[in-house]
Structures are given as C-alpha cells and as structure tokens.
C-alpha cells in the first residue's frame, strides 16, 4: 500500500473516502437525507472564509471552506453529538491572523507555525493510518487486551451493546474519538494568546484598575465543574494544574473542549459510546503536548489513542509554515542572463544585473516583508501492517532559501524528528516504524539531494551546461561544487556551527543563486 499526501488530496479525501469510513459504522444513515446547516453555521462559514483570505488566497480558502463543510457534515450525520458543530465553525481563523504577527514585547517574533488547517491534515493522516495501514486493528487489540485504564474504561461504558460485534464497536469510537481529537487538540491556541496578550496589556501602567487582572479562571473551579471527567481522574490533578498554570495550549484546548460538554451538563444526556468519543478525545488532546525526559517516552499500551493522536501531530509537517517579518527583499533573476539582480551598495534604490542592465526602485513608502516559511511539499506512506515506511518531502530549493533567513531553522527542525523516531521504536502492538528525510543547512548538500532526487545522468547535466549560452558560468559553478564537496567548506550535513559556517555558506548561495535555481529546475525536469 502506498498513499501521497498533500492538501490536494486531502480536499479530495473528505469529499468521500473519509464519509465513507463513518457511513459504515452509522446507524442512522438511511433516517437522514441531508445534513442540517442552520443560519448560525452559514453566518459562522462566511466569516471563516472572509478572515481566510487574510492569509491565504481566495481559491485557497474557498477550498478550505468546502473541507469544513465536508468535515461538518461526518460530525453531524455520523459522530452526532450535539455541540460539537459550534467547535468547528467559529472564529479561529480569524484569531489566528493576530496570532501569526505576534511578537514579544523585546521584539522578538513568537514563529509560532499555524494551527487551524494542521488540525484539518491531522484528521486526514490519522484516518489514513487507520484505515488503509490497520492501525484501527492495532488500537484494537491493545484495547481488548486491556493494557491499560483507558481499555477498562470504554469497555464498562459499552457493556450493555458489547456483545453483537466487540472488534466493530470498539472501532467505531477508535475513529471517532480520533477525529475529534484531531480536529480539536489545538482549541487552546487562541486562549493561551489571550492570555499572553493581556499579561502584556496589565503591564502598561494606564491601564492600571482599569482592566481586571483576573483573566483566568482559577484552576479550583475547573476541577470543580471537570471533577467527574476521565481526565481528571486519570491524571494527577497537581499535573494538570502546573500546565494550566503554564498556559500549556494542550491543557487549555482540553480543557476548553470539556467545558463545552460540561459547563451546559450536556455530557450527562450522552449514552455510553458517545461520552466515551468526548472523554477520550479530551484525555488524547491533553497528553498531546506531555513532555518527556531522556529516560521516559509516550508508549502506544498505556494510551494508544493519546499516542496515536500525538504521532499524528508531531509527523504532519507537510505546508504547514510559519509567518515571519523581516527585512528581506524578493531575489530577482534576470531572464537573459540567468544572474541574480541585487541592490547596488552605494544606492539601494538602484538594482543591478551582472550583465549591465539597472533597475531603480521607485517605491517610496518603507516596507518589511511578511514571509511564510514552509520547507516541506508532502508526504508519502509505503507499506503493510508489518513495516511502515514514512517519508517527509522536504523541499531542497526552499532549503537554500531557509538557511539564507534562519540557518539554524532545521538544526530544531531535526531535534523534532529524532524526538519521533524515539517515540517509534519498540512499540508493542504496532507495525515497525522507518521515518526517511532529508534536511541541511549546507548548500553542498543540498545540491548533491537535488542531483540524488533527479533522473537526469551525469552525462545529461553536462550536456546541459555545455548547451547554456547565456552568462551564467555554470562550468565554474559546477566546478566549485565539485571543489566545495572535497573540502567541507560549510562543515557537516546539518552544521551546529553558526560562527564558523553561517556567512560562508549564505555569501556562496546568494553569489550563485542564479546559477543554483536554473540547475535545480533542469533537474525537475
């Protein structure tokens, strides 16, 4: 079995094979025609895909507002539980435009990656997984094996129906509970903004007695109205209280997504299977932000669906990005001779071209650039319920582009990953885990994965520059490479060392930059 997986697919994926899944488990499908959409959700829809276009395009987020709807419609027909629709559709988007911009009160941007669409993708890798990979069956047999609390738990709330099909009913709140978690473990986010926003807002003197310091609600009350939930009586409560001290957004959106249920008494009117989808939903979206110190790691027996759900997060990276402010202009190629075109240093209003030609900038209004770091294209799954092959497609030009703003970016990016293959290795009940991917910071490198990734021969690439008549040097530039691969000039694959190899390795991209985006799309070819 093999499965590619990027946002295209993904749109595709709800409009069907995702419906699908949770028709089969529904007993109500032949009693509903059509799925109820009151006036609240299409007022709620029209703002999302208003706020969208802040970020994205308009195509983009007419794309976005259809998988919404798709998602709408299996939380309404086929999960059933009333309230969860007001999760879904609301101003998240909207919040999430200020969250992209902030900054710390030094200055410093916050780069926190978005979250609102990545909770979309979750969903759409986790029922993948589960489906055409088997995990359903591993979560289900650690789960009638009874490994854990969490086994015992769900298997005493489903007694009174257990016996017609136990491997079938299990499943059913195995998907379930999975996608809701998935489509709601980031709820916090906006709350622990809030938070962070009005600690900044309580420091200006004027506002002093003005503005009620007491934003948050003091955690004894939380427990008090979540005492019954199997968060609070599976975790310890010192536990809890310390992450929502910490505005920890895993806590917040747990907590956020109980009260949902709990606040109105709601959860009290749900039969077994459902309380079991909201419980567990909210014990996955608590543990998915757990720290773990060298000698401890999540294991998939204690909790399968907290583990699951956490593989999940932690393995979506695919366009998912980060939006930065900085200084930084466009870099401009010319089309006759393929060289770069940068500002002179006596006049940056003037820009010039190797070739001789100028340009004068005429815009008089200053301006930053807001730009959306995003370094990986897709992902590609490979195997059985034996082995399975995962492997994150990240983008070799975009590699360049990254070290020339943030060189140290994937050296944090790779402690993430270690951090994953940690968590796959020896886990009872699943198949074998290989994660495969390709990161550096060192432009040799990353020009030799470029030449790996082709199918264009040695040969064919030097017909290629032999064949180039315009006045990029390509033979020397191929030459330096060659030169640069011997010598370790920019230091190791993934270098750690900024003072030493940082300038040498930004001076040679952006000298060759031309000559390195014109190899790199002959390679694509």
């Known amino acids: ?3 590619n997986l990027n946002d295209e697919k993904m749109y595709e994926y709800f409009q069907k094979e995702a419906k699908d899944i949770f028709a089969e488990f529904s007993e109500r499908l032949d009693k509903v025609e059509e799925f109820p959409v009151c006036q609240m959700t299409r007022a ?11 970020i994205y395009n308009k195509e983009e987020a007419a794309q976005e507002v259809c998988l919404i709807e798709n998602v709408y419609e299996i939380l309404t027909r086929f999960v059933g539980i009333k309230g969860m629709e007001h999760l ?14 902030e900054h710390s009160a030094e200055g410093t941007p916050k780069r926190i990656r978005e979250h609102y669409k990545h909770q979309f993708r979750n969903a759409y890798l ?8 088997h995990f359903d069956d591993c979560i289900t047999d650690c789960m009638l094996d009874k490994k854990n609390e969490y086994a015992y738990l769900i298997l005493a709330a489903l007694t009174e129906k257990f016996e017609r099909n136990k491997r079938q009913m299990l499943k059913e709140i195995i998907y379930k509970s999975f996608l809701v978690s998935a489509l709601f473990h980031d709820i916090g986010y906006p709350l622990a903004y809030y938070f962070r926003t009005a600690d900044e807002i309580h420091q200006f003197a004027p506002f002093f007695k003005i503005v009620n310091p007491a934003v948050k609600t003091v955690f004894a009350e939380i427990k008090a109205l979540l005492n019954n939930s199997w968060l609070f ?14 505005n920890d957004h895993g806590c917040l959106s747990a907590i956020s997504f109980l009260m949902n249920f709990y606040f109105s008494g709601s959860i009290y009117s749900l039969d077994g299977g459902k309380r079991c989808i909201v419980e567990m939903a909210a014990v996955s979206i608590y543990k998915h932000t757990n720290d773990y110190h060298k000698n401890s790691r999540m294991l998939f027996s204690q909790d399968p669906l907290s583990y699951f759900l956490r593989l999940c997060d932690d393995l979506q990276e695919w366009q998912r990005f980060l939006v930065c402010i900085e200084e930084k202009h466009n870099y401009l190629r010319c089309a006759e001779c393929g060289k770069i075109i940068r500002p002179a240093r006596e006049d940056s209003s003037i820009y010039q071209c190797s070739c001789g030609k100028q340009f004068q900038k005429i815009t008089q209004m200053e301006n930053k650039k807001m730009s959306y770091i995003d370094i990986c294209n897709g992902m590609r799954l490979e195997g059985d319920e034996h082995k399975l092959h995962i492997y994150l497609q990240y983008d070799c030009y975009r590699l360049l582009e990254l070290l020339l703003s943030d060189y140290e970016a994937v050296v944090y990016r790779e402690k993430g990953l270690k951090g994953i293959e ?21 432009p040799i490198e990353i020009i030799k994965e470029m030449q ?9 690439i030097q017909k290629w520059v032999e064949s180039q008549k ?3 040097n390509l033979k020397e530039f191929m030459n330096i490479c060659e030169d640069k691969i011997s010598t370790q000039e920019f230091g190791e694959k993934i270098e750690r060392n900024t003072v030493k190899y940082a300038g040498a390795a930004r001076n040679f991209t952006e000298q060759y930059l031309g000559e390195i985006f014109a190899f790199w799309k002959f390679l694509e070819v």
Not at 88 to 101: K, P, R, S, T
Not at 422 to 441: A, I
């Open 1 to 3: 079995m093999e499965r």
């Open 44 to 54: 709620g829809i029209s703002k999302i895909y208003k706020s969208l276009q802040v």
């Open 88 to 101: 879904l559709v609301n101003n998240y988007a909207a919040i999430e435009n200020g969250i992209f911009l």
């Open 126 to 133: 986790g029922l993948l997984l589960l489906k055409d990979f």
């Open 233 to 246: 009586q599976t975790v310890a409560h010192d536990e809890i209280r310390k992450k929502y001290e910490k």
């Open 422 to 442: 940690n968590m796959l290795q020896f886990q009872n009940y699943l198949p074998d885990m290989e994660l495969h991917y390709f990161l550096s910071n060192n």
């Open 452 to 460: 790996k990734r082709s199918k264009m021969k040695a040969a064919d």
């Open 470 to 472: 315009n006045e990029m």
